[in-house]
Every structure is written in C-alpha cells, then in structure tokens.
C-alpha cells in the first residue's frame, strides 16, 4: 500500500535525525572532553552522513513521483485482479499504473463482449473504475473498453464508415438493399460483421429472401471489408 504521506514521512525522518544526530553530537564532544579531539572530527563526518543518506532516500523517492514510476507488482497485481473480477469483464491489456503523491493513477484497457450494447459497455467501465477506487489508494482511472485484444487483433482503421459501407454493399449486390429498420456492424479482426434487421414482411417472400442471402453470398466471397451479413427478421416489441 501507499505510504499515508509523503510529507509526514520526512517530517518523521527529519525528527529521528534530530535525535540520532544529537547522540553522535554528545559522544563527539564528550569525546573532545576528554581527550580524544578526533572524535569531534568522527562524530561530524557520522553526521553529514546521516544527513546525505536520508537526503538521498526522500529525494529519490521524491524523483520517482515526478518521472511516473509505477506502483510496485504487488499493487499492480491487486489491481488487476480487481479488474478482471468486474462482472463483464473478459480480459485485460496495456495496464498503465503511475505515482501522484500518496495515491495513484491507473489506465487499463478491458476487454467485452463485442455484441453488446454501447451503453452496456460504458456501465462495465464505470463499474471497473469505480471498483479500483474503492478498493486501492487510487486517485482516478481510465478504463477504456474493447471488443477484441486491439495488440493481438488486425488493426480496422482502414475501413469504411457506416454510409460506405452500406453503399459498399448495394455495389456489390448491383441492387438497392430492401429498406431496413436496423443495422448493426462489428468491427473485428480487421474486417466487418454486419446484422441487418428488416421488416417482418420482407420474409412473406420466401424467393425474395433467397435470392437476398445468395446475392450476399456471391458478393461477400472476395470483399475487402464485410466477413458476413446476417439478416434478421425485425419483431415488434410493445414495452410497459
């Protein structure tokens, strides 16, 4: 665990210097007093040690803070373990820990399931951060979700957006999509997992629908960017 404080330790230091320093002083003088003055000489270099030595250690310690030292593997072991047993949490990568006087900052990357939902995976993170403060001398985190390990996975930066993608699609169909109430893509591994939620009277027509998935077969063998589509019959739902 972190230290309470910074500035009470050395304070703390500071007086028991004072008093191992006063006892050298007393034998170095008694020392003079009777006779034997290289004591006055012994008991001042004993000092200036004391002092260099305890200087040293609060002013490395001190340095530490201000270049970003991490908390020791102990601490970081504690922290990780309280991530990954955050509910919803699958994995954890690229965890950061640095020093801020007496407490912490912590950055982590956490990994979820990568269908849910954004808000889900926002209300993980909260959960996460709020857990790490909570249990550690931690002053804030940043918990930042994925949904695959992004130091394993394929980088996706080169695809398309969302309207792209969609025009992507229709060009390779060489027909307009039927008009969808929902789609949903995945960016993963490089590549994009769509699901397309159409209306339920779109399926009446079981040939229109066959000949929707085999264009969508034929179009998706070679695609630079879609790995499948999925097409989902859209229901009604009445909530209360």
């Known amino acids: 665990m972190l230290p309470a404080s910074k500035m009470l330790e050395a304070n703390a230091w500071h007086a028991r210097s004072d008093a191992a320093s006063s006892l050298v002083v007393v034998a170095g003088i008694g020392g003079n007093l009777a006779g034997v003055t290289a004591l006055d000489a012994v008991a001042a270099v004993l000092v200036s040690v004391m002092i260099m030595r ?11 803070e201000l270049i970003d030292t991490s908390l020791d593997e102990e601490e970081v072991d504690a922290i990780r373990e309280t991530l990954l047993t955050t509910p919803g949490v699958l994995g954890l990568h690229e965890l950061r820990t640095r020093k801020m006087g007496d407490r912490a900052l912590v950055d982590a990357h956490v990994l979820v399931d990568p269908k849910i939902s954004v808000s889900e995976g926002h209300h993980i993170a909260e959960k996460a951060r709020g857990r790490l403060l909570k249990f550690h001398e931690v002053q804030d985190a940043m918990v930042h979700i994925d949904p695959e390990d992004d130091l394993a996975a394929k980088p996706g930066g080169h695809l ?5 993608l969609l025009e992507h699609l229709a060009q390779r169909l060489n027909q307009p999509l039927p008009e969808p ?3 949903v893509l995945h960016y993963l591994e490089g590549k994009v997992e769509a699901e397309i939620f159409l209306p339920e009277a779109f399926f009446a027509s079981r040939e229109e629908v066959a ?10 063998a070679d695609d630079p960017y879609f790995r499948s589509v999925h097409l989902h019959r859209n229901m009604h739902h009445y909530g209360a």
């Open 181 to 183: 109430n929902r789609v």
């Open 54 to 64: 305890m200087g040293w250690k609060q002013g490395a310690g001190a340095l530490a």
């Open 211 to 220: 000949a929707l998935k085999t264009g969508l077969s034929h179009a998706l």
């Open 160 to 164: 398309p957006s969302r309207q792209q």
